[in-house]
């Protein structure tokens, strides 16, 4: 059984945030698209919880704000607590309120967004997703992008479509079809270590815990971050990637007793172990398709630097595309979205979160984890220090590429990482 094809201006595969946040953008112009997702329905797993203030600015732009607001929970700290010795360095978030977004970072899980933005992209005409649809082709021919797929019906039975627009995005995550029908390379490495992920209830609050926590350990690191307005958290760490992952449950209650401060009982609602890696595809445009979020790059967790960056991949993207269709500014914009994306993650958003990682997890040298909390006490003493960590934040990656119709300059400044030290070129990607 096949469907015929249909002809949107753009194709968007993946329905996660970044390409629901792609697909928002051009919707918003006025542009039609069609989004393609090969599960059946919304992922409904929490993943990725912390979202930027300067994030929050996108959202803004597209007319989401208000609602993201609604349904999250500002996040009014972190703290990095030096597990062997109970050094706990606090870190409050200083007011950053701009005219555009709140003051602070926000807490929403990531299936929550997902609703959010789904349900403002119906409202929009022009606009459609299409679930169950696995992509198995993509073919450039002229000035058409072929997008072809096979599909399951409410009865089950299985059929073939096909779009065929102007322009495409392939933000399909990290095993991204359309990057692998590009014949796109996925430059860099995977961690050794299995992350482990759980959510748990449990009352962090009552033992002084902030909204986000490092537990700095190479033995027991930990990342601890409050998921809602109760007591729910995430607590992730890493584990010899050679442990049978079959028997993960019965390694857990020795895990989180070691992590755990206190003794009182916890519920463990959600487990997923998975690895991480750092990776960069080789170009972020071929042709007249481009590629966002994981489907472009990938990174550890540490820091919340992977649907960050994805998001300010969307945030530019989705308007500059419409801007080229609606004849508002040539094709080269896509082109410095390509370039300035890729190097911001390259420079910028990987080795802030390979710093995290190594920090929080890999300090077993007492001299170098000493040298490295210098400048998070200097940042916890000084809110004008907090302050310029999140403006060079804010400067990897701006949420528009267009001023007044023009495409408009970047300025990519030096900034410091999360551990306070200036970030150049990235380290070289192998394992360490």
């Avoid at 007011?95 to 959010?116: G, Y």
């Avoid at 990776?279 to 994981?294: K, N, Q, S, W």
């Avoid at 990897?396 to 030096?414: E, Y």
Wanted: with cysteine.
């Amino acid at each position: 059984m096949s469907s015929g094809p249909r002809h949107p201006d753009v194709c968007v595969v993946g329905a996660g945030p970044v390409g629901l946040t792609t697909a928002l953008g051009l919707a918003v112009a006025g542009v039609s698209v069609t989004v393609l997702e090969r599960a059946p329905g919304l992922a409904e797993s929490a993943r990725a919880l912390v979202h930027q203030c300067h994030t929050l600015e996108g959202f803004a732009r597209l007319q989401v704000l208000d609602a993201i607001v609604r349904d999250g929970t500002p996040l009014r700290g972190r703290d990095f607590v030096v597990h062997r010795t109970g050094e706990r360095i606090r870190h409050p978030m200083p007011d950053v309120r701009t005219a555009a977004a709140p003051a602070h970072n926000l807490i929403l899980r990531q299936d929550a967004l997902s609703r959010i933005l789904y349900e403002q992209l119906l409202r929009l005409p022009g606009a459609e997703v299409r679930f169950g649809c696995a992509v198995d082709g993509v073919r450039q021919d002229g000035g058409r992008v072929r997008v072809d797929y096979t599909h399951g019906d409410c009865t089950q039975r299985r059929g073939r479509g096909r779009v065929e627009a102007r322009w495409a995005v392939g933000a399909d995550g990290a095993r991204s079809a359309v990057r692998k029908y590009l014949g796109v390379g996925f430059e860099g490495f995977t961690w050794p270590e299995r992350f482990v992920a759980t959510d748990i209830r449990y009352d962090f609050a009552a033992h002084g815990y902030a909204d986000a926590n490092f537990l700095i350990d190479p033995d027991d690191g930990a990342i601890i971050v409050r998921i809602d307005s109760g007591n729910l958290w995430r607590v992730a760490w890493t584990e010899d990637a050679s442990l049978p992952e079959e028997t993960l449950p019965q390694r857990l209650p020795d895990r989180l007793a070691r992590i755990l401060p206190g003794p009182q009982p916890y519920e463990v609602v959600a487990l997923a172990p998975y690895r991480a890696h750092q990776r960069t595809a080789e170009r972020f445009r071929a042709g007249r398709v481009l590629l966002a979020g994981d489907a472009a790059h990938v990174t550890n967790p540490t820091g919340g630097m992977g649907l960050t960056a994805g998001l300010h991949d969307a945030f530019p993207l989705g308007e500059a595309l419409a801007a080229v269709l609606r004849g508002q500014c040539g094709e080269d914009v896509l082109d410095r979205y390509a370039h300035l994306s890729r190097e911001a993650f390259r420079t910028r958003f990987s080795p802030i979160a390979t710093g995290m990682k190594r920090l929080v997890f890999d300090s077993r040298d007492p001299a170098r984890l000493a040298e490295a909390l210098v400048p998070l006490r200097r940042q916890a003493a000084d809110e004008e220090l907090r302050r310029s960590r999140i403006a060079a934040l804010r400067s990897l990656m701006p949420v528009s590429l267009l001023d007044g119709g023009r495409p408009a300059r970047h300025r990519q400044d030096r900034g410091t990482t999360a551990a306070g030290h200036h970030s150049g070129p990235q380290e070289r990607q192998t394992a360490p």
